[in-house]
């Protein structure tokens, strides 16, 4: 029976198809693992909204009355590609790991895989990241804009922008941490403006000092219902991410704070602004992910061959006899897709929010 290389690409990407999926509040709740695309630059269907109207009544025998069909755009997708890599040189192979017995140790060999499988699964999280990165900037600012990585650094300025016309911002006229502020009007409000343009909101995703403020208004605290049982299946799921359950309005909206921290390219960053509120749906997600081609070049010189896989990431071994030093790598090309920009709400509710 021939030896199965635990190096080859396929190999590998068994291993990384059966790694358990980590839960991202964010992306979990308000993201759509969306489809694979074979094509370099397809197409999506784009809306802002949408109204159905009244049909019109007639005569009997006149005939039927034409309708407008909702508009729409039709605009092409453009994929990032993310490419992030471990080196793993002579050296690396040469001392114990973290964790390895101290005396009869690992031989390098038995180094190189445990390195292999440490690096395929940090890999992972930090392509996990990236996305919840850019689903963030969407949700929250209603555009992603990308700096590159050349040969010759990190680009100056975003080459890549999606500006996706996102509206759907909500300031209070007195915020919520003032006196007289009206709680229960402003999410009402809000509630009011996605549904009018097709959305729905069935949770409030709150920032820092967001449900303390609500707390000290008395007028609202007397609607909110605080059942706790959404706080199993929160606690189970994303524990240690700063998720906690609040209450439920007396609309039915689940009402939830979001105190942890997500990497940026700015640092760690709060996953929700102090003082924001992001409203929309778990059920109806209003964004998702689209994944474009992998290509990769195998072999060298006349032997070399370009494959592409369709999917959602793909881990290489990069290196050579030549080589000092070979690389796990991990490539992904994600994109974000909002088809209704109107389906969710961003408030800033707090002084200096």
């Known amino acids: 029976m021939p030896t199965q290389n635990l190096y080859d690409t396929m190999t590998m990407l068994k291993a990384v ?47 039927g009355v034409t309708l407008n069909r909702d508009k729409y755009e039709m605009r092409q997708i453009r994929f990032t590609t993310l490419e992030p890599q471990y080196v793993i040189e002579e050296s690396d192979l040469e001392h114990r790991l973290f964790g390895e017995n101290v005396i009869g140790g690992d031989s390098q060999e038995q180094r190189s895989k445990k390195l292999l499988a440490q690096d395929l699964k940090n890999l992972r999280t930090v392509l996990q990241n990236t996305r919840d990165w850019m689903a963030r900037e969407v949700l929250l600012n209603g555009k992603l804009e990308i700096r590159r990585h050349t040969r010759a650094g990190e680009e100056k300025v975003p080459t890549m922008v999606a500006d996706f016309g996102f509206t759907n911002f909500y300031v209070p006229t007195t915020k919520w941490d003032q006196a007289g502020a009206k709680i229960h009007y402003d999410m009402e409000k809000v509630f009011d403006l996605v549904y009018d343009q097709m959305g729905e909101i069935d949770i409030l995703v709150m920032g820092a000092g967001v449900f303390e ?11 909110l219902d605080m059942d706790k049982v959404y706080m199993g299946e929160i606690a189970t799921k994303y524990a240690g991410q700063g998720v906690r359950y609040r209450g439920t309005n007396s609309d ?77 790598q991990m490539i992904s090309r994600p994109t974000v897709v909002p088809q209704n920009v109107g389906a969710w709400a961003v408030m800033k509710v707090l002084t200096g929010a």
């Not at 964010?26 to 999506?44: I, K, M, Q, R, W």
């Not at 070399?304 to 990431?313: G, H, M, N, P, V």
């Open 17 to 63: 198809e059966q790694m358990e999926r980590e839960y991202r509040f964010l992306s979990d709740t308000f993201v759509e693992d969306g489809t694979l695309s074979a094509d370099e630059h397809p197409f999506y269907d784009y809306r802002k909204g949408s109204k159905r109207g009244l049909a019109p009544f007639v005569v009997p025998g006149t005939g």
């Open 213 to 223: 403020a609500m707390t000290e208004n008395g007028a609202f605290m007397k609607t």
């Open 252 to 328: 039915g909206v689940k009402m939830v704070s979001y105190s942890g921290h997500v990497p940026t390219y700015n640092g760690d960053r709060p996953a929700i602004p102090n003082g924001w509120i992001l409203a929309g749906s778990s059920r109806s997600k209003p964004i998702s992910f689209m994944h474009g081609p992998i290509n990769k070049w195998s072999g060298m010189d006349e032997n070399a061959t370009r494959k592409t896989y369709i999917k959602k990431e793909v881990p290489f071994r990069v290196g050579g006899s030549h080589s000092e030093s070979i690389a796990t």
